[in-house]
């Protein structure tokens, strides 16, 4: 289904009554919405039937646009008190009828609003079409049409307070949601809690063995993870591009909880619009400090020197991809003469408050992160000669890891991602946070945990290069979003044509990376902190 905003472009001469645009919020530009006056007048408990709206005389050319219009079933958004409702153009005549060429296209020319009020504010709005009402486009022939439209006000006793509720999902929906992502949940996390107690067991049994090795003072040649004690802190390949790989997944991290919080709230009401896109450009420039303080932190730790190359990489990991993303899409957008295309004005606002919030706050938190002094606390010394790493099994590989570890949390958050989805690009309200929320937390644990688990037995087989591979394999998860959006836009969508698909793929690839750095750094931090306490544990000469 196609939303107005772009069948305005299709047929724009269709209603030849001057329309007034409406000034749009910062949000609102961004997310496309280019709302002008109807041609309806609607006043307060002021009743109408069959008043004539435009008189119009289609030409060859608005028939076709029309026609095409209703075979791809576009449909047309209103707001009325700031309260959304949609409708169709016309219907389709195919019963019985095997050959496309045999339809007959109907064009709606009467709307019905009917108003619920409870004393003088509006509750409810809805539009029907009255189907006597129907002018026949299937032929390019000229066609008068007097568009008309009907008023009809009732009284209902629903407080204004929950005139919103009609747009949250349906009690069955909701229903159907909480227990398809519960079940889910709840089957995750026992195979997440029975393979941490096998984890914990081989880790008891290991603290025993090498407690035990340590009282006999036997001079035999260690085994397992104790031998690469003097190896498994020595510091990454690239570990300017670590840092600020972990420093954007931190921010981006931080961004979500904030996003959360807000929705919790209710700050993302369904007539806000604009209001999450606002949020996120906001947030992100606000946050900008906790990447170049991480970032910066952490690379001072690994004894890295260049900390300006390091914040010069750590703002262009994220922005970097997204900027030339943005740059095709929006050329993709003003080549089709849509209003998802930026106006200029929007995108210099963008690069004021890139230049003069973001950026200083990233050069900011990252001199903080510099002169902040911290040291990397290792439990054990690092030899100076690197301990050669033994053959390893094909499924020890990274890509395989990166499977094994992608699969597990992907398999917690599918059924979400598919209502998530569904509303995105399906132009739907979505009002669901708090389970998404719950899903989120459940991603972020299981994600922590499997990442360990995979530490644990890669340094097990004597493998002491986990710093890259737990980032890798936290953020796998992002590949497995990624992966599903083929099959979503395949099997689950309508969508098609150069804009639509370089839409969906190329946001859907900022979302994903996005997640991919976020997770992986969540990983890294929980396989740290495992490392750390498990060589804390025992002693290392």
Not at 99 to 123: G, T
Not at 281 to 286: C, M
Not at 367 to 375: C, L, M, T
């Amino acid at each position: 289904m196609k939303s107005l905003f772009m069948l305005i472009k299709s047929v724009p001469s269709a209603i030849p009554v001057p329309l007034k645009e409406k000034k749009e919020a910062f949000g609102e530009v961004l997310n496309g919405d280019r709302l002008v006056s109807g041609p309806y007048r609607i006043d307060f408990l002021s009743e109408k039937d069959a008043e004539i709206a435009c008189k119009r005389k289609l030409s060859k050319e608005e028939v076709a646009r029309f026609r095409t219009a209703i075979s791809k079933d576009y449909y047309f958004q209103m707001y009325f008190d700031d309260l959304p409702f949609w409708g169709f153009f016309g219907k389709v005549d195919n019963v019985g009828k095997a050959d496309p060429s045999d339809c007959k296209y109907y064009l709606y020319k009467h709307l019905v609003f009917e108003i619920f009020y409870n004393k003088d504010r509006v509750i409810e709005i809805n539009v029907r079409i009255d189907p006597r009402a129907v002018v026949d486009v299937t032929g390019d022939e000229p066609v008068d049409v007097d568009f008309m439209y009907t008023v009809k006000w009732k009284e209902i006793d629903v407080p204004f307070e929950k005139r919103l509720d009609k747009y949250k999902s349906s009690s069955s929906l909701r229903q159907i949601q909480w227990f398809s992502t519960l079940n889910s949940c709840v089957t995750l996390l026992l195979l997440t809690a029975f393979l941490a107690t096998i984890l914990m067991r081989i880790l008891k049994n290991d603290f025993i063995k090498y407690a035990h090795d340590e009282e006999s003072a036997d001079q035999e040649e260690e085994t397992g993870w104790k031998s690469i004690h003097g190896d498994v802190f020595r510091y990454p390949k690239h570990k300017s591009l670590f840092a600020a790989a972990i420093g954007c997944g931190t921010q981006l991290f931080s961004i979500t909880i904030f996003i959360f919080i807000l929705a919790v709230v209710g700050v993302f009401y369904p007539y806000n619009r604009g209001a999450l896109l606002t949020a996120l450009v906001v947030i992100y420039a606000l946050t900008s400090g906790i990447a170049g303080y991480t970032a910066a932190s952490f690379y001072c730790q690994l004894e890295g020197t260049n900390w300006v190359r390091n914040l010069l990489l750590t703002g262009s990991l994220l922005c970097g991809p997204l900027f030339v993303t943005f740059c095709f899409l929006n050329t993709v957008a003003v080549a089709y003469k849509v209003t998802a295309a930026l106006p200029f004005g929007t995108i210099v606002v963008i690069f004021l408050i890139w230049a003069l919030f973001s950026t200083p706050l990233l050069v900011l938190g990252g001199i903080a992160g510099k002169d902040s002094k911290a040291e990397f606390q290792a439990p054990c010394r690092t030899t100076k000669c690197p301990r050669d790493i033994p053959p390893l099994p094909w499924y020890w590989k990274t890509l395989h890891q990166m499977a094994m570890a992608g699969l597990l949390p992907f398999s917690a958050i599918y059924i979400e991602i598919y209502y998530l989805f569904a509303s995105v690009w399906g132009h739907r309200i979505y009002t669901t946070y708090v389970i998404l929320f719950i899903v989120f937390i459940i991603l972020l644990i299981i994600t922590a945990f499997i990442t360990v688990a995979l530490t644990y037995f890669q340094l097990a087989a004597e493998d002491h290069g986990w710093w890259w591979r737990s980032f890798l394999c936290g953020g796998s998860t992002g590949l497995f979003m990624y992966a599903y959006c083929f099959y979503f836009y395949s099997a689950q969508s309508d969508m098609s044509g150069l804009m639509q698909t370089s839409f969906f793929f190329g946001y859907m690839a900022c979302i994903c990376y996005g997640f991919f750095l976020m997770l992986g750094a969540i990983g890294f931090c929980a396989s740290l902190f495992f490392v750390c306490h498990i060589y804390r544990s025992i002693k290392c000469e």
